[in-house]
Antibody
């Protein structure tokens, strides 16, 4: 059974870059899945950030696209999120997830436990 | 971007009773709808996809219905572990995949 684990700094300074890595175990990042990031501000709902395929193809939420980069490291079975120009509004629990194809779209069928990132000086 | 609207925001239900949650899409998404359950301090868990297909490990007391723009999630005979927040997600049109704002099912 695939497992995902987020890692990275829990505190980021305003205007800095939020960087997180998701490590996959029990499965290969090169399998026929997309891999995504979702965030959840404290006490609020879920926001999809973006996704990547092992080929390097990416799709991003238009509301964040100018600040987001998602990359993949096949050798380490990892994918990463970079969010630049961070503000307090980016404070959230960040989840990585596996995305399964269904009728041309994708559902998030396996999730990491999430990691809280706070943007504060 | 497709807007997903869930109702009600909070549903108070007694254990053993049934609960019906609603999700509406701003445009037709056919059956490209998923439901997730999230318990406090935990990641969301996929329950339903294709509007009505239970994911692996989802109990049979959970059932999804609807197509187009109107969808429901019904939980029969609520058990203590079912009290949680439920989110719907459309995956018809992207980017982005979009979620509803959630419905909290609480103990009455």
């Amino acid at each position: 059974q695939v497992q995902l684990q987020e890692s990275g700094p829990g505190l980021v300074k305003p205007s800095g870059t939020l960087s997180l890595t998701c490590t996959i175990s029990g499965g290969s990042i090169s399998s026929s899945y997309w891999w995504g990031w979702v965030r959840q501000p404290p006490g609020k709902g879920l926001e999809w950030i973006g996704e990547i395929y092992h080929s390097g193809s990416t799709n991003y939420n238009p509301s964040l696209e100018s600040r987001v980069t998602i990359s993949v490291d096949i050798s380490k079975n990892q994918f990463s999120l970079n969010l630049s120009s961070a503000t307090a509004a980016d404070t959230a629990v960040y989840y990585c997830a596996r995305e399964a194809e269904d009728y041309g779209g994708r559902t998030l069928d396996s999730w990491g436990r999430g990691t809280l990132v706070t943007v504060s000086s | 971007e497709i807007l997903m609207t869930q109702s009600p925001a909070t549903l108070s239900v007694s254990p053993g009773e049934s609960a019906t949650l609603s999700c509406r899409a701003s445009q037709s998404i056919d059956s490209n709808l998923a439901w997730y359950q999230q318990k406090p301090g935990q990641a969301p868990r996929l329950l339903i996809y294709g509007a009505s297909i239970r994911a692996t490990g989802c109990p049979a007391r959970f059932s999804g219905g609807g197509s187009g723009t109107e969808f429901t999630l019904t939980i029969s005979r609520l058990q203590s572990e079912d009290f949680a927040v439920y989110y719907c997600q459309q995956y018809k049109d992207w980017p982005p995949w979009t979620f509803g704002q959630g419905t909290k099912v609480e103990i009455k």
